[in-house]
């Protein structure tokens, strides 16, 4: 794009509300450019609990209009990416001296209820003493409920938006940082500098997104230059990740002593996904980091439920990312708003700057929706809603056609073992044949890297999905890295950043 011709809408952040615009916007034909400065979903929005819901808890807060959205969209989400999406059902076992069972089962009638769920199950009760999610358990729980709400791949749900906003025309730049943004003759001068050369430009915009999550007062501040900014409470969650405590698919909801909650989750099939803490945070978002303090609260609380206690010994890997709640003045961590904030900032005859404050992978494509009402008045244009229908890249197989998606995976690629057809499928939906194509047998998956990961599936990382390091394809493309060495990744890196330039020298 020259600099005579502004794009419609320049998007700084590259996670799930960055995406999420980016692609709503672009199938309505505006011209899009989103500006990542590391990888798509570096920030927040792989550091989730990964759960597509209503949020229970919040219900404690009143927060109806939150839930009530989040609860309409989890059936939404999960038509649409059947693949990274799909329905688990909460083990909420009820505790003497904690919330008396009449307002759990309130919390959940309404919870059935207020959120048009179609297909998924309803709440029920659960006699401990004899169902198997008691066995795990202390025999100290004679009762339960047991609920739905979604599990979502986050990283892959925020690869995916970008995906399918780039092939409705984006222009997606990872490891792309916004450094400068003025007003200039009615659009936006904005200036980034990308993270491999270190070279800088300017591109024009007709109207700026700041969709930087922790950092989107930064942005304001630093890159936009405006003064006494201080919009979000800035929230730090953390997770454990231990060998697997149990078999049961149903997750667990545990209430604490201290009035709070933690989810133990079945994860990446060997693996229990134990969190998250709630504690304000100063500094940096990107170095945030698993406390002393945590491992032990989390460690503690699980430990309060399971009859083999939670040890720092089980711990195989933990995360933090920092929520960017809007700050509205709530005394404790986990009492500010959860819902999301959207402002407009538009003096007469300038260039519009439009902010995302707060918000949760839920409601992501609701808050696109929102977005693209605001930027469609400032733009002038009026245009349909339509995401609400469309699948996601892979995505286009109904709710409860996984099992048969595997099995015509497996028949047509017969050498692949059956847990790696089902992860290729879990990942990349309808798209594993694309990744697997021209594989004919066992030695065109290429390169080995360890575990189940081939080259082929590297390469289309990098080619379809702006993969550009281990860390990529490791930690947010596929959770490879809890089976891979440290010299199997680094074995990956090596690969990848030869093949990266490989890429660059026959492009140049
Ligand atoms: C512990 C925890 C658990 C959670 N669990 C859930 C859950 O189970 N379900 C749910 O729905 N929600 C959950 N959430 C909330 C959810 O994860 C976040 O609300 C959401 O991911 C925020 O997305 P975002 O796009 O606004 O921010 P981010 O994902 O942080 O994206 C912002 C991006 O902007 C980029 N950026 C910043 N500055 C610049 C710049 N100058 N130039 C270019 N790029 C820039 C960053 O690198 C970053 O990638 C959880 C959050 C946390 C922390």
């Known amino acids: 794009m020259s600099r005579a011709e502004p794009c419609d809408l320049f998007i700084v952040g590259g ?36 759960l597509i819901h209503g949020g229970l808890r919040y219900l404690e807060y009143y927060e109806f209009r939150l839930v009530r959205e989040a609860l309409m969209e989890r059936e939404v989400l999960w038509r649409n990416a059947p693949h990274i999406i799909w329905p688990m059902r909460f083990v ?47 025999p100290l729980f004679s009762r339960a409920f047991e609920y739905s709400d979604c599990w979502v791949n986050d990283a892959r749900l925020v690869v995916l938006n970008a995906r399918d906003a780039a092939e409705r025309g984006a222009r997606v730049m990872t490891r792309t940082k916004v450094i400068g943004a003025r007003r200039e003759g009615g659009v936006w001068r904005i200036s980034i500098e990308d993270g491999g050369t270190g070279r800088i430009r300017e591109v024009s915009a007709r ?62 099939e060997d693996f229990t996904l134990i969190g998250t803490t709630d504690q304000d945070y100063v500094g940096d978002p990107a170095k945030a980091s698993i406390s002393e303090q945590e491992v032990d609260y989390l460690c503690a609380a699980a430990s309060e439920y ?22 509205d003045g709530a005394s404790k961590a986990q009492e500010a708003t959860r819902d999301y904030v959207l402002t407009s900032d538009a003096p007469a005859g300038q260039a519009p700057l439009l902010n995302v404050f707060g918000g949760k992978i839920t409601t992501y494509r609701r808050l696109a929706e929102a977005m693209l009402t605001r930027i469609e008045a400032h733009l002038g244009r009026r245009s349909r809603p339509w995401t609400d229908g469309a699948p996601l890249p892979g995505g286009d197989f109904p709710v409860d056609g996984f099992d048969a998606l595997v099995a015509a995976t497996q028949s047509a690629y017969p050498f692949l073992e059956p847990a790696h057809a089902r992860r290729l499928v879990r990942l990349y939906g309808t798209r594993a044949r694309r990744l697997l194509e021209g594989v004919t047998g066992p030695a065109d998956l290429g390169v080995h890297f360890g575990a189940d990961l081939y080259e082929a599936e590297v390469r289309y990382l990098m080619k379809e999905e702006w993969a550009v390091t281990s860390a990529d394809v490791l930690w947010r493309r596929t959770k490879r890295g809890l089976k891979l060495t440290s010299d199997q990744a680094a074995a990956l890196d090596a690969y990848m950043h030869e093949a990266g330039s490989r890429a660059g020298t026959e492009a140049a």
């Open 207 to 268: 109207l700026l997104v700041n969709a930087a999550g922790p950092w989107v007062d930064r942005v304001l501040s630093e890159t936009v230059g405006q003064n006494d900014v201080r919009n979000v409470r800035l929230v730090q969650g953390s997770h454990i990740v231990v060998r697997r405590k149990f078999d049961d698919p149903r997750a667990y909801f545990f209430q604490n002593r201290d009035g709070r909650i933690i989810f133990a989750i079945p994860y990446e």
């Open 15 to 50: 996670g799930i509300n960055g995406c999420g615009i980016a692609r709503d916007a672009a199938g309505r034909g505006f011209s899009v450019i989103l500006a990542e400065m590391n990888d798509l979903a570096s920030g927040t929005s792989s550091w989730s609990t990964k």
């Open 306 to 327: 399971f009859a083999v206690p939670v040890r720092r010994e089980d711990i195989a890997w933990t995360y933090s990312g920092v929520r960017p709640l809007y700050d």
């Open 92 to 138: 909420l076992p009820h505790a003497e001296g904690l919330r008396p069972a009449w307002l759990l089962r309130l919390g959940l009638f309404l919870y059935d209820h207020i959120g048009g769920r179609k297909l998924l199950p309803a709440t029920r009760t659960l006699d401990m003493r004899s169902d198997p999610a008691g066995r795990p358990l202390k």
